[in-house]
């Protein structure tokens, strides 16, 4: 074999792949508490379209069907009939930019004192409570 590669080369080579391995996720957790992104015109205008398209097709079981129609449906508007979804999106996008301020804000003034007491569990703080009664119940072991 002249330049050729033989089959138990090409079988060498396919084995030493170095793969890397895989990295720790560094994403911080999730806040639960944070505002959700507002819609976009299109996502308004399929809310709507779901419905009707679900009394027009009952039978449909097809989520994929529903997207398509939808997709279709909303390029042929014109902008005219896309301007109130349009509206509500841009309703929906200034109350999230009020509600991320308020997030924000109520982030940088950090946990109150009174949070940082209740991180104690109950029994916690009545195991403390009866340390520092003073009586010697516990004790009493001679």
């Known amino acids: 074999m002249k330049g050729g590669k033989s089959k138990a080369d090409t079988k060498s080579s396919k084995l030493a792949v170095n793969k ?4 720790a996720s560094k994403a911080a957790a999730k806040d639960p508490n944070k ?3 507002p819609s976009s015109a299109f ?17 449909n079981k097809s989520v ?3 997207g398509k129609a939808g997709g279709a ?7 005219t009939e896309k301007a109130p979804y349009v509206a509500k999106a841009d309703n929906r ?3 999230y930019e009020k509600d991320m301020k308020a997030y924000n804000k109520k982030l940088e003034e950090g946990p109150k004192e009174d949070e940082e007491e209740s991180d104690k569990s ?5 195991d403390e409570d009866d340390a520092d009664d003073g009586s010697d ?3 009493d072991d001679d």
């Open 20 to 23: 890397k391995p895989a990295k």
């Open 35 to 37: 505002p959700k992104r």
């Open 43 to 59: 996502f308004v205008f399929m809310e709507d379209f779901r419905q009707t398209y679900k009394k027009d097709h009952p039978n």
């Open 64 to 66: 994929a069907a529903v």
């Open 73 to 79: 449906k909303w390029k042929s508007l014109s902008d």
């Open 93 to 95: 996008k200034v109350e």
């Open 122 to 126: 109950v029994s916690e703080v009545n």
């Open 137 to 139: 119940e516990e004790e």
